[in-house]
């Protein structure tokens, strides 16, 4: 059984190549990093109120407070803390933010039982490598069966969804220990995760393929930019396109992008006003919003996406203006999927600009010096 297997390699692991424990490090630096980003703008507030109100034994803190509170309660603060900006890293082939649940569970627990730090970190690889394991056989699956009512809302529930996964992965490990038994067959079975969750095929057997060999910890991105991921390779491309030939944003008279068919549902979506967004949230899940902001101010940031920011007529103005066709990658993973522009300005001249994928994964990561550059 898949389960059976996941976890007695987990319960088994210690040394991990050097490789792959740099990976971790980094991962939790940068989680560590958007966390605290997220306490000094307040995003998290509501959880960290809540984890307060839980309150129970002081066995784990909440990141950026002086709060001690009971692991799980810690981990739902954490959790939401982590993600709360959107510009926590990414698994392209899972498309799941790994750090947004690893890091909360791992630190809360390694808070509560005192462990070293070479403990805490084998136990991230462990949720590293399950995470983006479990979430890769059905590429976008389950985003199609997935709660994204909050895009045309404003609504900040996609901030909380980290918090109670490790929060419950917490609890669960507790029921574990006190004698509660869970199917074997949760992955490979009919009924489980797959069945109940993907709105795809999926080939559950890919879990375990190179286990202990093959570390998907070293294939986490670290964003740039504090956007839903599938917006990414566009923006770079409009990054490229405006450095090959400068111009300004009156001078901007249509942008056309070439979107990934997995990607345009998420950040294209016609449902829903993408030149207004109904709030940070929204606007972080519109590409033509976001590739107008970039156009109008140069650059991204976390200010781009407060409120005022947002609510901005000549961005709107400017959005409006973006349109899209959508052309699959054969075998290609939205995440990991080319961005391409083309930038028609008002005297008739065409810029265009392209990336091979977005920048912080693959084979374009970020450099560690000039990470910290976009949290302002």
Known sequence: MIARELASWALGLDEVPAP???????????????????????????AIEVARGLGGPPEAAVLGTDDLV?????????????????????????????????????????????ASGRDVLAAAVAGYETACRVAAPAPHGFHELGLLAFLGTGASTKQLHPGFASQSGIVAARLAAAGATGPETVFDGPRGVFDALSAHPADPASILDGLGERWETTRIGIKPYAACQLSHATIDAVRDAMAREPFGPEEVAGVHAVVHPDSAPVVCDPGRDLTRPAGPYAAKFSMPW??????????????????????????????ARVRWEVAA??????????????ITLTDGREVTGSVPRSEGGGDRPLAAAGSGQWIR
């Open 20 to 46: 792959v424990a740099a990976a971790t490090a980094r991962h939790l630096l940068d989680g560590f990093g958007t966390a605290l980003a997220a306490a000094r703008t307040g995003a998290a507030a509501p």
């Open 70 to 114: 009971s692991a799980p309660a810690a981990a739902l603060a954490n959790g939401t803390l982590v993600h709360a900006l959107d510009f926590d890293d990414t698994h392209a082939g899972g498309l799941v933010h790994a750090t947004a649940v690893v890091l909360p569970a791992a630190f809360a627990v390694g808070q509560q039982v005192g």
């Open 290 to 319: 976001t590739v107008a902001a970039l156009i109008a101010d140069g650059d991204l940031s976390v200010r781009t996406f407060e409120p005022d920011s947002i609510a901005r007529p000549e961005v709107a103005r400017l959005a």
């Open 329 to 342: 990658e054969p075998g290609v993973v939205a995440a990991d999927a080319p961005g391409r522009v083309t």
